[in-house]
Each structure stands twice: as C-alpha cells, then as structure tokens.
C-alpha cells in the first residue's frame, strides 16, 4: 500500500485498535503490544478491515537502526 496515510492514536487496548480499523473505513490496523504478560502475548498484532486479527506471529524481532 504504497502512499497510504497512518493515523496515530495513541495508547489503547487492542480491542480499540479493532474497533476503529472498521469505524474509520481503514484498509488494516496494526498494533505493538508490550506490557507484563508473557512474551507469547506481546508483540505485532494486524487486523484486517473487519477488525479481525489477520496475522499471528509468534516470533518478532525488531533492530534499531537510528540513532538515539
């Protein structure tokens, strides 16, 4: 999706994240989660148009590559 807009909206629970995919029209939604739970709980969390999880990815690895 090449040129799409990204609309921020700060810390919420996933649940909102899929709520507000389907309540502004997005084509996906996507959300870092990080928090006490298990590491099996945390991570990247896509939802398609209809606000359902679209992938599930056991594993993430992200590498910084800015500085700071």
Same mark, same amino acid.
């Given at each position: 999706?090449?040129? %799409?807009?990204? =609309?921020?909206?700060?810390?919420?629970?996933?649940?909102?994240?899929?709520?507000?995919?389907?309540?502004?029209?997005?084509?996906?939604?996507?959300? =870092?989660?990080?928090? %006490?739970? +298990? +590491?099996?709980?945390?991570?990247?969390?896509?939802?398609?148009?209809?606000?359902?999880?679209?992938?599930? !990815?056991?594993? !993430?690895? !992200?590498?910084?590559?800015?500085?700071?």
């Amino acid at each position: 999706m090449a040129g %799409c807009e990204a =609309i921020t909206v700060g810390v919420l629970p996933t649940t909102a994240v899929a709520h507000l995919t389907t309540h502004f029209g997005a084509a996906a939604g996507a959300v =870092i989660t990080a928090s %006490c739970n +298990p +590491p099996e709980g945390n991570g990247l969390k896509l939802f398609d148009q209809a606000g359902y999880k679209t992938v599930r !990815l056991s594993t !993430l690895t !992200l590498r910084w590559s800015g500085e700071g």
